[in-house]
């Protein structure tokens, strides 16, 4: 993998990690246009510049994080008891999960499929009643936690999981939205910490490991500053609407693709 590879496929992190879109189904399809060969450092990689995005939630609610009283103890609490299910989950079918990471096919059929999903979500969940993730229980989180389960299958997105999780459960489409970019911080800072623990003797063996990783996460971290924003304000205008027939699109153009023959299992 080369710098501007690594640039190219940190893009395409920062802009989709918090999009109903799947930041790792885009990833998959980037690595396998660029002909990047699929072996362990690349899988390393799609996984660890994800926690580049994640800080980027951190800084633009900074105070959810670091302004400390009763309420966000609480706060913390509901974080760790919805990350508990990805957590157990995501250890005991590491392996299956990782197999799945290398199929582009199984990419395009969750992204037509979540994308059909998508069309109709908004009229599915008309009666919000909680306005404020200080109202979310513990329930609620542990049950937006089994939600975000799903999206460990490739193309399905970890955002559209919890967040229609998190409608289902009540929450408005923006405290949903929301909350499932709070989740996204233990959530993918266990995965890249697994990962690199596991995966240690690549980036002890190969230096030059390292600078890719660092390039991929900065210029993760300051795309997906700037994808929040814009969801956030896409999400208050059109709903999810537009993404489920961006998902239809994409998915259907990976579909045909692979029907016509071009190499896209790497």
């Not at 009763?70 to 005991?92: D, H, Q, T």
């Not at 998902?247 to 190499?263: E, F, H, P, S, T």
């Amino acid at each position: 993998m080369s710098i501007l590879e690594a640039v190219i496929i940190a893009i395409v992190e920062g802009l989709t990690e918090f999009l109903p879109v799947s930041s790792t189904g885009h990833m998959i399809i980037t690595s396998a246009l660029l002909g990047i060969n699929k072996d362990e450092f690349t899988k390393l990689f799609e996984v660890c510049i994800q926690l580049g995005a994640i800080l980027a939630v951190v800084v633009l609610y900074w105070k959810k994080f670091f302004v400390f009283d009763k309420n966000r103890i609480n706060f913390y609490i509901k974080l760790i008891i919805a990350v508990l299910p990805a957590l157990i989950i995501g250890y005991l079918l590491a392996d299956k999960i990782d197999a799945l990471l290398e199929k582009p096919l199984v990419v395009g059929i969750t992204l037509f499929l979540g994308g059909i999903v998508l069309l109709f979500v908004d009229n599915w969940f008309t009666k919000p009643e909680v306005k404020d993730d200080e109202q979310i229980s513990l329930f609620r989180a542990l049950r937006i936690g089994f939600w975000q389960c799903i999206a460990m299958i490739p193309g399905v997105s970890r955002s559209a999981a919890t967040i229609i999780g998190g409608m289902q459960q009540k929450l408005t489409r923006n405290v949903a939205a929301e909350f499932s970019f709070f989740l996204a911080v233990p959530t993918m800072a266990a995965a890249t910490g697994y990962k690199l623990l596991k995966e240690r003797d690549l980036l002890i063996s190969h230096p030059e490991n390292i600078k890719l990783l660092l390039v991929g996460n900065i210029v993760a971290f300051i795309v997906a500053m700037i994808a929040i924003k814009f969801f956030i304000t896409t999400l208050k205008k059109y709903g999810f609407r537009v993404w489920g027939y961006y998902r239809i699109i994409v998915g259907i153009a990976i579909l045909v693709a692979i029907g016509m023959g071009y190499k896209l299992y790497i």
